[in-house]
């Protein structure tokens, strides 16, 4: 079975660091880029950062920018997102997901695969 599959969410302290990660179980994650997306409740979905193929080109959202790295092994078929001075407003629950590329594209494409997603809280 093809899946993506997140782990590392979790209630943490406003200022505080997690690191999620995006695991492949069933297929390589070698030749696409993976990015990373929330939702809030009552919120639509947002992009949060991406990483090509080979892990050389990564981008993020503003909102996130010089707090959050991704990251990829993919001799692990695994990204990572390590998410530092974590604010309430970061509250959400994490997707990973496999574009149908090499590379990151501005606008989000028909994904090829989603994970279930993993829930990050920062209280106050």
């Known amino acids: 079975q093809l899946r993506l599959v997140e782990s590392g969410g979790g209630l943490v302290q406003y200022g505080g660091s997690l690191r999620l990660s995006c695991a492949a179980s069933?297929?390589?994650?070698?030749?696409?880029?993976i990015g990373w997306f929330r939702q809030a409740p009552g919120k639509e979905r947002e992009g949060v950062s991406c990483?090509?193929?080979?892990?050389?080109?990564?981008n993020y959202t503003n909102s996130v920018k010089g707090r959050f790295t991704i990251s990829r092994d993919n001799a692990k078929d695994t990204v990572y997102l390590q998410m530092n001075s974590l604010k309430p407003e970061d509250t959400a629950i994490y997707y990973c997901?496999?574009?149908?590329?090499?590379?990151?594209?501005?606008?989000?494409?028909?994904?090829?695969?989603w994970g279930q997603g993993t829930q990050v809280t920062v209280s106050s």
């Open positions: 997901a496999q574009w149908p590329y090499f590379y990151c594209t501005p606008k989000a494409p028909r994904m090829r695969s």
């Open positions: 069933g297929f390589s994650l070698d030749y696409y880029a």
């Open positions: 990483i090509s193929g080979s892990g050389d080109l990564t």
